[in-house]
């Protein structure tokens, strides 16, 4: 394996490409009892459409949620995230927009815990009958999510923003969608996407690095597959498909969210540098630090659950802020002033230095937060970039880079703006859910 170290940070790493391409990595973190393990494919909800081998493949909506959940089941009737428990391990996994992943965390037993993370990740086990319950589960969370504020704020900002792409769908996709998944469409997901060329491991432990690299060769097929191209059709519009989107649910105070749109940049440093330029600006001008921030708590306009963040989705990225607040129009309206003051002044200088301290203070912080750590160098080997950069790269973004960005951003004709509000409210916006 490869050793990497990085000085300044007291942190590296070992790494290596095993033969079926699939890439391990282990940092080393001598003085910590507990073991992380985290597996991940380059596949998420919005890779419905893809080519492989030259054959076009469209799959329903919710399939790589749907998956996710499948993969527990082992052939001889076991359940790997009870085997898991019982050998001490806390497990669990998630599917986003752009991947699916797998982890635990442990004391002891690490080793016997990733052989067994490693196999049920490897060995699908779909019948007719399996598949039609789990129908009914997912079925059953989807309906629940329709009556969730949190889901419902966020779904509808998608609306709004997206015509089209991907991202627009939820994650789990709708029931009738997933009425259509049956086993030949998860086998043919799984045969495609987990490939262990489209998959990374990362592993935080104590444990020789050789040997997580040794037991991912044993356990994983030993095969170089193809890696999947996924089609994300036309790109999207740069201004949102709708406006204003507001529904009624069973909340005690408005909640909203803010955002608009950007385009992601190429694979590599571009994307770190833009990851990096999006997080300072957003914080900059809107984090707890900020007039923008402590202006509006004050008048009791925004609470503590305010935030702010730059989400990657494939083909496209989103800038998105907000939270609980009895007066979104009102916040709105400060965002606008607050992104034309520094259109026109920049950033204060003191203030920024003081939001790029915090945001580094944040990632240096993530290092000790394995989960953190895991996804961060999963979504950095995914995107092409090394994500211990971004400590030198912090130091060398400026005051107007960030500016340039927020302002183009967050323009005026970009924004979208998502309000659930309680039930029996003012209907004064589009109420189209």
């Known amino acids: 394996m490869i050793r990497k170290d990085f000085p ?30 985290f597996v991940a494919a380059d596949y998420g909800s919005i890779d419905a459409e ?31 995230l009870l085997t898991l428990s019982e050998n001490g391990a806390d497990p669990n996994a998630f599917t986003s927009t752009n991947m699916t992943a797998y982890y635990f965390s442990c004391t002891d037993g690490f080793e016997e815990n990733l052989r067994t993370l490693l196999r049920f990740v490897s060995t699908p086990y779909f019948t007719d009958a399996s598949v039609a319950k789990e129908q009914g589960i997912i079925a059953q969370e989807i309906r629940m999510g329709e009556d969730d504020p949190d889901r419902a704020v966020w779904r509808n900002l998608m609306r709004c923003l997206l015509a089209r792409d991907g991202a627009r769908d939820a994650v789990a996709g709708t029931v009738e969608s997933i009425a259509e998944i049956t086993p030949e469409t998860l086998y043919t997901c799984h045969r495609a996407f987990y490939a262990p060329s489209n998959m990374v491991l990362c592993a935080v432990c104590q444990d020789t690095p050789e040997r997580v690299a040794a037991i991912a060769a044993e356990i994983l097929p030993p095969d170089l597959s193809p890696v999947p191209a996924a089609d994300h059709g036309a790109p999207e519009d740069m201004t949102p498909a709708q406006a204003h989107m507001r529904v009624e649910l069973a ?5 909203m969210l803010l955002g608009a749109k950007f385009r992601p940049a190429e694979r590599g440093d571009a994307r770190l540098r833009q990851t990096l330029t999006a997080e300072l600006a957003l914080q900059a001008a809107f984090g707890e630090a900020t007039a923008f921030y402590n202006d509006l708590y004050r008048a009791g306009l925004l609470g503590d659950d305010f935030g702010c963040s730059a989400d990657y989705c494939g083909p496209i990225a989103l800038a998105v802020l907000g939270g609980e607040s009895k007066d979104p129009d009102a916040v709105c309206a400060r965002v606008r002033e607050t992104v034309a003051r520094i259109a026109r002044d920049g950033f204060d200088g003191p203030a920024f230095e003081r939001a790029r301290r915090a945001v580094y203070g944040g990632w240096l912080r993530g290092l000790d937060r394995f989960d953190d750590l895991c996804v961060n160098m999963a979504e950095g080997l995914f ?7 971004a400590f030198p790269l912090l130091g060398e973004i400026t005051a107007a880079e960030c500016a340039k960005w927020l302002t183009e951003t967050l323009a005026p004709e970009r924004l979208a703006l998502s309000v659930v509000a309680p039930k029996g409210g003012e209907d004064d916006a589009d109420d189209d859910a």
């Open 8 to 37: 300044k940070l007291g942190e590296h790493y070992f790494e290596e490409r095993l033969p079926n391409g699939l890439l391990v990595r282990v940092m080393e973190k001598p003085g910590f009892a507990k073991r992380y393990a």
């Open 50 to 80: 893809f080519f492989l081998n030259g054959k076009k493949y469209t799959t329903p909506q919710g399939v790589a949620h749907y998956l996710e959940h499948k993969l527990f089941d082992m052939p001889d009737g076991s359940d790997a």
């Open 251 to 255: 909340v005690s105070a408005p909640q």
């Open 383 to 389: 995107g092409g970039y090394e994500h211990m950069n």
